[in-house]
Each structure stands twice: as C-alpha cells, then as structure tokens.
C-alpha cells in the first residue's frame, strides 16, 4: 500500500518556475514506478512524466520536454517534478500517481495522489 501527496503547486507567471513534490509513506516505495499527470478544466487527465524505481529510466510528454524534470529520491521518499519555463497551457491539476513494474505513459496506475493545483498566467 502507497499513499501519495503533493505539494508545490501554486499561482506562477509565463516563464517561472515551479518544483512538484509527491511525498508517499509505505514501505516498499522504492519498488514503485512513478508517474505525474494532469488535468486541465474540460480535458482529460494526460500524461506528463515517468520515473522508473530506480530513476535510471524517464519519460516525459512532449509538451514538457526539456522544461520539465522527474527525480526522486527513495531516502526521502520523494519524487520531484521540476518545472521550468512555464507556460499558460500548463495550467492544470498536477497528480502523481504510483504502481509496481515498467513505467507507462497510461493510466493504469494503482495509487493516486489528491493533486495540486498549478495555475500559470500569461
């Protein structure tokens, strides 16, 4: 059992940054892919990066593609979302969200955190 929160989120300007945090409690975090997503008014929940549970291995949307950075470290249990050059279409609920084996660009996550809001303003 994993239980996520985030935190970080809040009100930025076009061009600012923001660092996304997901703390999760359990023991057996560091077995755990993890995986951010978000969620504009009116759309779907989308994928926006992965990190697998070593952090050897990431992936990442294309629309955050050299703007945004996934890391975690597993003594902290803590995984980071790092974003930079921020823009308004990245408005969005941000979720993390956790489950064991590959990373995946889809949904199919067993655990979801309550998500925070990140608003960015042209």
């Known amino acids: 059992q994993v239980q996520l929160v985030e935190s970080g989120g809040g009100l930025m300007q076009a061009g600012g940054s923001l660092r996304l945090s997901c703390a999760a409690s359990?023991?057996?975090?560091?077995?755990?892919?993890i995986g951010w997503f978000r969620q504009a008014p009116g759309k779907e929940r989308e994928f926006v990066a992965a990190?697998?549970?070593?952090?050897?291995?990431?992936n990442y949307a294309d629309s955050v593609k050299g703007r945004f950075t996934i890391s975690r470290d597993n003594a902290k249990k803590t995984v980071y979302l790092q974003m930079n050059s921020l823009k308004p279409e990245d408005t969005a609920v941000y979720y993390c969200a956790a489950r064991l084996g590959i990373i995946t660009t889809s949904r199919s996550y067993d655990y979801w955190g309550q998500g925070t809001q990140v608003t960015v303003s042209s």
């Open positions: 359990g023991r057996t975090f560091s077995n755990y892919a």
């Open positions: 990190i697998t549970w070593s952090g050897g291995n990431t």
